[in-house]
């Protein structure tokens, strides 16, 4: 069991800690409930280029200043932003989380978004967004989503538009992090050598008394338009390039449905790992395709799902059929007691493996409290994946892979929609 703090402070910011200690370092994150899905097209990509531009200078640091005085103590700093969260993290030794915690609560507060620094991080962003689309592998995975969730605001890229990130201005910046990034829409996450009563003391340093609220708070998903199932359609993408690139999938149960449990043992049962039923059939069995794999992307109340892969163009429709008939068979006969227990053990053992880091401690304490509003323990997890049955896996194999729910996009040099 592990050894969860979680207070609730005057500040309106929520902390939770995990303290272990047999290591000597930490891992913190600084979590807002803001991201992509709650932009519009007009503000599609600021809340990425703000996660870049709260590490260009703040009243007290240059941009310099801040990395070089976590990189002096052996540490480092980064972040990222998804559709529905950003989070803003460092790691390093125990004896150093006084300063990280006094850069990261500098940067989400007093950071100055200078017109000559947004100019130049505008270029590079644009820059990554342009190496996303020379990357057909990166890009169908925006396209895909981009075309089953059509008309709600997942459908938009993290990354947003070139023509958006060249345009925004330092106000709009301002006025958007005023907006969204209040203490009523953070939370602080921490784990490793930490003491939760010194990070309470950091926060009541470091931090106004007084909620620094959010005019629009969606902690803890409230407010959020819901998704809802829309009749798919294909999608096909041309460009010049050697190989084909596939996914076919659709959407199905987000974080707030414990069947979720049932559709990611599916996953791991038909793309994950070279058992897995695609990776034998397709790859060792008659060499289509070098990638091919499952994917799940989840949010609060829906999930992407899907197959892809990659081969060359004469290749693709034997490699989608094949795809189809192993769709076919999950939907049609129960799987064996051993291959559903092979992926149950599949999952637990990631799980559990994934407890050795720090980092990947903090990160799901900080997911779970988004989510859920607490700190979901493995215990939990694990009950949910033992409980799945292969009655279950067969009513729900029927479900997702109805053709009627399924999306094909392809980028490809030429049409191989059928």
């Known amino acids: 069991m592990s050894n969860y703090n979680i207070t609730k402070l005057p500040s309106g910011i929520t902390l939770a800690t995990e303290q272990i200690d047999y290591v000597k370092s930490f891992s913190l994150g600084f979590w807002f409930n803001v991201g992509s899905r709650d932009e519009t097209w007009k503000t599609n990509g600021i809340s990425h280029l703000l996660e870049h531009m709260f590490f260009k200078g703040t009243s007290k640091r240059t941009a310099r200043k801040i990395s070089e005085e976590i990189e002096s103590l052996g540490g480092y700093l980064n972040a990222f932003t998804s559709k529905e969260h950003t989070c803003f993290y460092g790691r390093g030794l125990s004896q150093h989380i006084d300063k990280t915690f006094d850069v990261l609560s500098d940067m989400v507060q007093n950071s100055l978004f200078e017109n000559n620094e947004l100019q130049k991080e505008s270029k590079v962003v644009i820059d990554e967004l342009r190496d996303i689309e020379d990357s057909p592998e990166e890009l169908i995975f925006d396209k895909f989503e981009t075309n089953i969730f059509k008309g709600n605001s997942l459908s938009m890229p993290i990354i947003g538009s070139e023509k958006n990130v060249g345009s925004f201005k330092k106000s709009d910046l301002l ?92 996953s791991i049962i038909l793309g994950e790992g070279s058992s897995s039923r695609l990776f034998l059939n397709l790859r060792e069995k008659n060499g289509i395709a070098y990638q091919v794999n ?94 799945v049955t292969r009655e279950d896996v067969l009513e729900y194999s029927q479900k997702l892979f109805d053709h009627k729910n399924l999306s094909n996009v392809i980028i490809a040099s030429k049409n191989l929609l059928n």
């Open 294 to 387: 499952t994917f799940m992307n989840s949010f609060w109340d829906t999930s992407s799902f899907g197959v892809y892969l990659s081969t060359n163009d004469e290749s693709l429709p034997k490699a989608k059929l094949l795809i189809e008939k192993e769709f076919e068979k999950l939907k049609s006969k129960k799987i064996s007691n051993k291959e559903l227990n092979k992926a149950k053990e599949y999952i637990k053992g990631n799980l559990l493996l994934g407890l050795e880091s720090t980092s990947n401690r903090m990160i799901r304490m900080g997911s779970s409290l988004l989510f859920y509003d607490k700190v979901k323990s493995v215990e939990d997890s694990i009950k949910e994946i033992e409980a």
């Open 175 to 266: 006025s958007y992090s005023q907006n969204k990034y209040g203490n009523n829409n953070l939370v602080i996450t921490a784990s490793g050598s930490v003491s939760h009563k010194e990070i309470i003391e950091m926060i009541e340093k470091h931090f106004d008394k007084k909620q620094r609220k959010s005019v629009d708070s969606k902690l803890h998903v409230k407010g959020r338009k819901k998704f809802s199932v829309k009749a798919v359609q294909n999608l096909y993408i041309q460009k010049d390039i050697n190989q084909a690139h596939m996914i076919i999938g659709g959407t199905t149960f987000g974080y707030k449905h414990k069947e979720r449990a049932v559709i990611n043992l599916i």
